[in-house]
């Protein structure tokens, strides 16, 4: 890394140019704040450019709308704001005592930045499945499908295998099905199907098997260890063990996994939060307000980093946080923050509680 360069002071850093961080950045930047948003990746709007689906709920949750086009609505107001977007920039380090926090640009330079405020939208990743061959070729997470299928359109695999039925595997699943694919079925280790009914139903109607109660034992490799050829499963007690004499073989060139997400709370951490237990919304997520603001004054998170949801719930938590970050700056009159983010609180409140949940 080059020489490390000092920036001025900013009124806001969003760490993360995914759905939450773009929203944070619109309601903050339509504020008036100066805003700074940076990503790691060449391209911004984190994983919505890989959701061909379309979004369902109310028109405020965008219904009827792809990720992708959502993605796009929310990269041109950006734009349109007048909002700087630094790509291929990791934020490596947040520093207590107003020291900054700072980044690594294009991996060379090195710069730091002194915000008022940070929201931290970073979004989570993959779980991995750890079982005899899952480190041979042909054995895919759920995300680099998406990533292969819509938007670099490469085929995945002719015969695929999914394990886990969240809405990620099914959703996947589905999209594997569209690509051509032929897929020989869901494997999920509870005794019912975890994603949404809307999901589960689009597979169901297409003929994939669903092997709800069953888990994967072994990727089986072909003989030049190139690839799979298929893969071996059983059912399992109360317990998840496996039940012995109950294996089959299924054969496949491919195995997705989609066995849930972990928030991303490493920058949290190294800002010495508080942090919970997260339960279903996924291993240790930072506390937080109503506000979305941390247990350290002026940090807040947004997105899966606070908690595994849809897209929809991470774009509320964006705009959440860019209100109440630009209120506490003076940039908003408190009336005025008041009923914008109690309009927030309700859209939430539906996606929480609503029909798929």
Request: aromatic share 4%; glycine share 14%.
């Amino acid at each position: 890394m080059g020489g490390v360069e000092m920036k001025d002071v900013i009124d806001i850093l969003i760490i993360g140019a995914g759905p939450a961080g773009l929203s944070a950045a619109i309601e903050a930047a339509k504020c008036g704040a100066q805003v700074l948003v940076v990503d790691e990746n060449s391209k911004p709007g984190g994983q919505l450019f890989k959701q061909i689906h379309k979004f369902f709920g109310s028109r405020r949750h965008k219904a009827g709308v792809r990720g992708v086009d959502i993605g796009t609505e929310l990269l041109e107001e950006v734009q349109k704001l007048g909002v700087e977007v630094m790509l291929d920039t990791v934020a490596y380090g947040i520093y207590p005592n107003d020291e900054g926090v700072a980044l690594a640009v294009h991996g060379e330079t090195g710069v730091i930045v002194h915000p008022k405020k940070v929201i931290m939208a970073t979004g989570a990743s993959e779980n991995p499945l750890a079982f005899p061959g899952w480190t041979l070729p042909g054995v895919v997470g759920a995300g680099a499908i998406q990533t292969m299928i819509n938007v670099h359109r490469v085929p995945v695999g002719k015969k695929v295998l999914m394990i886990g039925s969240g809405n990620v595997g099914l959703i996947v699943t589905y999209q594997l099905l569209q690509s051509g694919a032929d897929v020989a079925g869901v494997v999920e280790a509870a005794p019912t199907v975890g994603g949404y009914g809307v999901h589960s139903a689009k597979v169901r109607r297409a003929g994939v098997p669903m092997y709800t109660g069953h888990t994967i034992l072994e990727a089986v490799p072909n003989e030049d260890l190139s690839g799979i050829k298929g893969a071996v499963i059983a059912k399992v007690d109360d317990r998840f063990q496996p039940v012995k004499g109950t294996e089959q073989f299924i054969e496949c060139d491919t195995i997705g996994i989609a066995v849930g997400l972990t928030p991303d709370i490493g920058l949290p951490s190294m800002a010495d939060v508080v942090f919970v237990n997260g339960g279903r919304l996924g291993s240790q997520v930072p506390m937080h307000d109503r506000d979305m603001m941390t247990t350290k004054d002026g940090i807040y998170v947004a997105g899966d980093s606070s908690g595994v949801e849809e897209a929809s719930s991470a774009i509320e938590e964006g705009k959440l946080a860019g209100i109440a970050a630009a209120e506490a700056l003076g940039l908003m009159d408190e009336n005025e923050a008041k009923e914008a983010k109690q309009n927030v609180w309700n859209s939430l409140n539906q996606l929480r509680t609503g029909p798929f949940v």
